[in-house]
């Protein structure tokens, strides 16, 4: 099955650091990724749509210059957490949806465990 | 506005246990809807999906059917097994711009041998 691949798995840095994420689809093309921040014991929160070759699409109350998103080919997104701060700690997870139609289900990547110190 | 609302955890039951997670929906248009599971430390899975009224999702003993008519599609297992331990997620994708998919907040099960 469609596999997305995240990476790293954990990130533990000071504060100030800035953090990249990638998220790779490993065996399809995703013209959309989606990123999400989820807090403990808390459910999905959507941060922004990333489309392939275009800007990012934030939701509302996402800084958009503090997380950087770019969807620069077809299987790869990446994630920046800039000037990160202990309060940008969270497991951020990365999915995408093969193929552009609604019944397709998304596939989400491992998470990536981020502590800032 | 377009959300989902499953059962508040933990939900506590012993092994071969008959379980139920209800989850409900309020949505414009026709959505698809979803569950997922997520392990311990791990991203979500996809566990079934439906895509229309009445259809009838299912994997690996869980079922649940897309019912219109109550805006419902909870999540059934006739004997649960300590392994299916996790976090379930009720979702629902919009036919709209953009198919964002909407997260209900998680039920956390614990199974117990």
């Known amino acids: 099955g469609a596999v997305v691949s995240q990476h790293p798995s954990r990130v533990i840095c000071k504060s100030g650091t800035s953090v990249k994420i990638e998220c790779r689809s490993l065996?399809?093309?995703?013209?959309?990724m989606f990123w999400y921040r989820q807090f403990p014991k808390k459910s999905l929160m959507l941060m922004a749509t990333s489309n392939e070759g275009s800007k990012a699409t934030y939701e509302q109350g996402v800084e958009k210059d503090k997380f950087l998103i770019n969807h620069a080919s077809l299987t790869l997104s990446t994630l920046t957490v800039t000037s990160a701060h202990p309060e940008d700690s969270s497991f951020y997870i990365c999915?995408?949806?093969?193929?552009?139609?609604?019944?397709?289900?998304?596939?989400f990547g491992d998470g990536t465990r981020l502590s800032i110190l | 506005g377009n959300s989902v609302t499953q059962m508040e955890g933990p939900v506590t039951l012993s092994e071969e246990a008959f379980l139920t997670i209800n989850c409900t929906y309020t949505?414009?248009?026709?959505?698809?809807l979803f569950w997922y599971v997520q392990y311990p430390g791990e991203g979500l899975q996809l566990l079934l999906k439906?895509?229309?009224?009445?259809d009838k999702g299912s994997n690996k003993g869980f079922e649940a059917t897309y019912r219109k008519e109550t805006t419902s599609f909870h999540l059934e297992k006739g004997s649960v097994q300590v392994s299916d331990s996790a976090v379930y997620f009720c979702?629902?994708?919009?036919?709209?711009?953009?198919?964002?998919?909407?997260f209900g907040a998680g039920t956390r099960l614990f199974v117990k041998a």
């Open positions: 949505a414009t248009g026709y959505p698809s």
């Open positions: 999915s995408a949806r093969e193929g552009g139609f609604v019944n397709q289900p998304q596939h």
């Open positions: 979702a629902l994708t919009l036919n709209t711009g953009g198919f964002k998919t909407i």
């Open positions: 065996d399809f093309q995703a013209t959309t």
């Open positions: 439906a895509t229309k009224a009445d």
